[in-house]
């Protein structure tokens, strides 16, 4: 009888051992699970503040592209070209009276 006392005490130390040894896999698993989500959602917010700095720049940049088209639309137009010409060059047309302000 002692003898199987003996063998119930060596298998309860030995289940013991395996859990514990289960135990430690299981929470070293836990663990690099835990460390690579954080690591990731670190990236991915990282990732998400890129995208929306682009996507305002490329706002940005279509902002620029349409004005450039509607000043481009207006440079080719006659009433630009003769408003230059007025202004910049100080032409007139051949019908008009030029005053000149004296007060200036």
């Keep these: 009888m002692k003898n199987q006392g003996m063998k119930g005490r060596r298998m309860v130390k030995k289940r013991r051992k395996s ?3 289960v135990h430690v896999v299981s929470i070293m698993f836990i663990i690099y699970f835990g460390y690579t989500f954080c690591d990731q959602q670190i990236k ?3 990732y998400n503040s890129q995208i929306e700095m682009y996507q305002k720049e490329i706002e940005s940049k279509q902002n620029l592209v349409e ?3 509607n000043k481009n639309e ?3 137009t006659d009433e630009y070209i003769e408003s230059v010409a007025r202004e910049k060059l100080g032409l007139v047309k051949p019908y008009e009276t030029v005053y000149v302000d004296a007060n200036k």
């Design 19 to 21: 859990l514990n040894i």
């Design 44 to 46: 991915l917010n990282k």
């Design 67 to 69: 004005y450039y088209n």
């Design 74 to 76: 207006n440079i080719t």
